[in-house]
């Protein structure tokens, strides 16, 4: 495990326990099934990303409440609802590093115990009877929802620019992970300047957060990743690190890699030579740069808070986003 | 057209074609695929039963404010969004007389569309800043979720009891009809008796509702629903014409009965042959008798308001139900 992450785990140490706590105890189905399919995608070991930041958004605004942990998993319900909508999207066969929830229960369990995970997080968001926090969790559920349509819209479009890219990953990745840190800053009953800090910080780590995801997908190992790679390029799904090195091609590289992304079932070789193309064109290179930007941005957001050892853990989060592995 | 039909029509004529502009206002969505998609469910002939339900509960309580219509909608889209799940989980081919959704635009737009409508849901709830009609939609989506899961599980039992199959009505129909009604009550500020005089017509309502639309299965013509007959049995779902035949069969129709239940392809005459049981059995009487005992105690739980015009469409809606063809 690299060292960055170690030395978080440790300072995270008791806010992780509480939220594992929490998800058992707030799931409450009363299907057995629920309770398996539920479990499958929520406890193969998340990294909780979701729900810690809104605990830490809350505290670093002075949050000293108990019902943190409890609201905080309506960030991971939902994260949970979309891995199971988007898995069955996508026909993925691997997440977490075990096999999809929709290949062993079916496509219908699937959709289903996304509904109800959908639910439960408006539940648990409505239980706070706060009306802003309840918004924050439906304005998240409106923009994923049509974050992933428009990337489905979006593949196999070999003339996807850079905004478009954005405009999807914005929806689909960042509103969750800023509508967590905003609903923290709610909850303590932060001001506006802190909450526009803690939106901030999370629009920015989000972005850089599915960009480095984007990338891992060509530059880390299937074991590592828990999910297969190349899977985005099989889909027809353009990230940034081919969009920027197609726009950079010369005209045969550029119908070289037209030919990779039309034809979903491309060999090892094949994948193998898209990658130096991707390193020979600055994709690689260019998305790396970018997401430290984006991971910059988000570091100088939590400045407005005095130093802590919340804003401490904020911060490094920002940055192990970036040397993540998995 | 039969003649109770075309009365209750004249008697909600304003609040149909007010219910049917508040649908397209309200589904903003920034795709075009999201708008056909969701205007492929919601713009096809729909009965608006929900929010109409809500907007006479919300008049019966005294109700005069210019938001009932915007409200109502997010019970509309509520049952759209299940709609395209259940199609996608059940696979049919039919909805309201035309191709169903996934089959057009695949499983994949019909997962999020119907993702974007449950959140459509949750946001117009929401927009009324009252906490109450808030559960009360994420409780809906709650138990319409498990209520469909808990029917995929008993998909193929055969030895499904009476209880299971309320059990299973109850959450996936009737709480959505009970909770249009109870929202209406809460938004015009009903006193608990009110209240609970609209929760119970919902419920029962809901019930009988659904007990007709089984029958329909078995009774209707295609051309009629809209949807393929027999196709509950098709897929192994067993509702109460069955239950209660089958409980009653003599072991050799029993035992025909459970070989046509297992087999998803059944001819033509098998269909009849089973028709005529469910006729010998009583299945279909039984279920009919329920149905009318579950409209008496709806028509009966309105009893505590004042005669009005609005009280008689409520009664009428549902005497309505148990002589409905679609």
Chains 1, 2 share one sequence.
């Not at 959908?118 to 049509?146: F, N």
């Not at 909450?195 to 629009?203: F, R, S």
């Not at 891992?216 to 940034?240: H, N, S």
Request: aromatic letters at 6%; hydrophobic letters at 40%; glycine letters at 6%.
């Amino acid at each position: 495990m690299n060292v960055k992450k170690q030395k978080i785990l440790v300072m995270v140490e008791d806010d992780l326990a509480g939220i594992e706590i929490a998800l058992k105890e707030n799931l409450n189905p009363y299907l057995e099934l629920v309770s398996e399919t539920a479990s499958h995608i929520l406890f193969s070991g998340g990294k909780r990303l979701r729900p810690l930041l809104m605990i830490l958004s809350a505290r670093i605004c002075g949050y000293n409440g108990d019902q943190d942990k409890k609201i905080s998993t309506s960030f991971e319900y939902l994260h949970a609802a979309t891995l199971l909508h988007d898995d069955l999207v996508d026909d993925a066969t691997l997440r977490r590093g075990r096999k999809a929830a929709h290949l062993i229960w079916g496509n219908s369990a699937a959709v289903l115990v996304g509904d109800f995970l959908l639910a439960r997080a408006g539940a648990i968001a409505t239980g706070t009877d706060i009306i802003e926090v309840i918004k924050v969790v439906t304005d998240i559920i409106e923009e994923m929802s049509q974050g992933e349509i428009h990337q489905l819209i979006n593949k196999g479009n070999i003339d996807l620019s850079e905004s478009d890219y954005f405009e999807v990953i914005k929806r689909k990745t960042a509103a969750l992970i800023q509508g967590a840190c905003h609903a923290g800053a709610i909850i303590a009953g932060a001001s506006e300047k802190e909450k526009a800090a803690l939106i901030e910080y999370g629009y920015m780590l989000g972005i850089a957060f599915q960009m480095i995801d984007d990338l891992l997908d060509y530059t880390a190992e299937t074991k590592d990743l828990g999910k297969e790679t190349g899977a985005d390029l099989r889909e027809g799904k353009l990230t940034l690190p081919v969009i920027y090195s197609l726009a950079k091609a010369n005209s045969s590289d550029h119908s070289w890699m037209k030919e990779i992304i039309k034809k979903s079932d491309f060999s090892v070789n094949e994948f193998e030579h898209l990658k130096t193309l991707l390193l020979k064109y600055g994709g690689i290179e260019y998305t790396e740069k970018l997401a430290e930007e984006y991971v910059a941005k988000a570091i100088d957001s939590v400045l407005i808070f005095k130093p802590s050892k919340t804003r401490d853990t904020l911060q490094m989060l920002a940055e192990y986003t970036l040397s993540r592995k998995e």
